[in-house]
């Protein structure tokens, strides 16, 4: 019987690593992607700035995002996927952790700018390199991720608002760096080197492919209905914010980072879909 089972527990062994390192990198992704969220309305105060200005401590990153993804992309084409997933994890904790020496709203806003610049080095390849990796289980794999993601985001919101609240906000950055650099560890460790990728035979052909990408009607009307999606998510949960700042709620940075348990509700959701 021991022996029956030894080489099945070897061959699971793997696969279980690899949607932990997957939901790993998920979270450590999103831990950072709207952890300002909480402290808008502590931050227009701090700052005295306008709703507009410390919206950009969450704008500022996505626009980064948005610029970087296409380059990102290319050079995972080109090098591979785990080389490019895993430097990206330990580069992004280094603006998080700078962010936490801002003295001014610019300066946060900067940092926050240069920690979007590393985030498409796992959002941008991850999904081509589960599914490159695990046909057959790729959708075990990106639930798993997704669900990561899911409470990535929630966690960052929570911890900001939980630090924050306690009176010191630097020390939030400082808390996400070190789960960024222990969550890279761990994704460098776990993620199965990459068997199935092939390198593309020169930057060009990326372009080619990404101009093609531009011109297929399908997918671009995924992306817009994923704009759509995360233009109303982004506005809602940072209008909502500044609204339960004020009367009658007034709610604290920490209350405010526990509105955010509602996301968890996506680690639920998530997995079950995957399975379809």
């Given amino acids: 019987m021991n ?7 070897r061959a699971e ?3 279980g690593f690899a949607v932990w390192a997957a ?11 709207y952890c300002t969220q909480p402290l808008l ?3 227009q105060n701090l700052f005295h700035a306008t709703e ?3 919206s950009l401590t969450v704008g500022a990153v996505t626009l980064s995002v948005a610029i970087m993804a296409p380059v990102i992309g290319m050079l995972a ?7 490019v997933i895993v430097p990206a994890l330990f580069a992004m904790a280094v603006p998080t952790l700078l962010a936490a020496t801002a003295q001014s709203l610019s300066a946060l806003i900067f940092w926050r700018f240069m920690q979007g610049l590393f985030i498409p080095g796992v959002i941008a390849v991850i999904i081509a390199y589960i599914n490159e990796e695990f046909a057959g289980r790729a959708g075990a794999v990106m639930s798993a ?9 929630f966690l960052g919101r929570f911890l900001t608002g939980i630090i924050a609240a306690r009176g010191n906000w630097h020390a939030a950055f400082i808390v996400l760096g070190v789960l960024d650099l222990l969550g890279a560890l761990a994704v460098r460790q776990w993620l199965p080197p990459a068997t199935h990728f092939v390198p593309a035979q020169h930057v060009f052909k990326s372009l ?4 093609g990408h531009l011109r297929n009607p399908r997918l671009l009307m995924i992306c817009g209905m994923v704009f759509t999606v995360l233009f109303s998510l982004v506005g809602v949960f940072t209008y909502a914010n500044f609204l339960l700042a004020r009367l009658p709620f007034q709610l604290t940075t920490a209350g405010l980072g526990s509105v955010f348990f509602i996301y968890l509700f996506g680690c639920i959701v998530t997995p079950l879909a995957g399975q379809f």
Avoid: H
Avoid at 23 to 33: D, H, Q, S, W
Avoid at 77 to 83: A, L, P, Q, T, V
């Fill in 77 to 83: 084409e080109c090098i591979g996927r785990k080389k």
């Fill in 208 to 211: 080619r492919d990404t101009w």
């Fill in 23 to 33: 939901m790993i990198a998920g979270a450590c992704t999103f831990l950072n992607v």
């Fill in 3 to 9: 022996s029956a089972a030894t080489p099945a527990a």
């Fill in 145 to 153: 991720y997704v669900a990561g993601t899911v409470f990535g985001g």
């Fill in 41 to 43: 309305p502590f931050f």
């Fill in 52 to 54: 507009v200005q410390v």
């Fill in 13 to 15: 062994t793997p696969f």
